[in-house]
């Protein structure tokens, strides 16, 4: 596990655009480790899915704390709900997600998950839902109801 970490630093300090000759490979703390491992093959290692059909991450998915409803929609999609780490590794991971890479989306005094959170949402599961669907209706109350433009939550 530790040889993994070490190699998916290098994978984060390159596409980062940091890591020369001179400078050491970084580590990845577990947070990140868990995220390179469980989302960023799809999301992307910084956030920025290609191709397009995956939602990107960096500076977006903090918006989707802005209702109980778009909170609660990030908790329940499949590869959240269902994931294999623990309910307090989870919500480390999403925190990560949402304050790190969300960047300036996600808002400074916005609650952050907790594990209890977590363990009662994941069991609402999106699995059989059209996910397409779902997330349009979501981002349509976003813009809504918190007065973000449709256009910073396309994909």
Known sequence: MRALAVVLGALVAVAAGVGSKAEPTRSLNPV??????HCG????????SFPARVPRLRDK?????????SRAYLLRL????????????????????????????????????????IARERKHSLSGASLVRT???????IEQQCSIPVTALQF
């Open 78 to 117: 499949p590869n959240v709900a269902l994931s294999s780490l623990d309910d307090d590794r989870l919500a480390a991971t999403m925190n990560f997600i949402v304050f790190q890479l969300g960047g300036t989306s996600a808002n400074a005094k916005s609650l952050r998950f907790t594990a209890d959170e």
């Open 61 to 69: 998915v903090g918006y989707f704390l802005c209702t109980p409803q």
């Open 135 to 141: 997330r349009a209706a979501v981002v349509r109350q």
């Open 32 to 37: 990140q480790s868990d995220y390179v491992e």
């Open 41 to 48: 093959g799809c999301h992307g290692i910084q956030g920025i």
